[in-house]
């Protein structure tokens, strides 16, 4: 299972092999910058709709599993 603090090369282990999809992780992240940034202020621009396509995107074209 992937978690916020899972390595780069993990969450992409787990897309590959569809433990999780690029939209499951997307969102994960973007719930997160949702709950800390307000305090922390670290991001100062987010398009979270253009984030959700793209997911969905590689989602669909299999673009992440290296093909």
Do not use: C, K
């Not at 992409?12 to 800390?36: D, N």
């Not at 305090?39 to 989602?59: F, I, M, P």
Request: cysteine-free; overall charge positive.
């Amino acid at each position: 299972m992937v978690n916020a603090f899972s390595s780069a090369s993990e969450l992409a282990a787990a897309i590959r092999l569809r433990r999780v999809s690029a939209a499951e992780v997307t969102q994960m992240y973007l719930a997160r910058i949702a709950a800390h940034n307000p305090a922390l202020n670290a991001v100062v621009t987010l398009d979270e709709a253009g984030a959700r396509e793209r997911a969905a995107q590689a989602d669909v074209s299999g673009a992440h599993r290296g093909a």
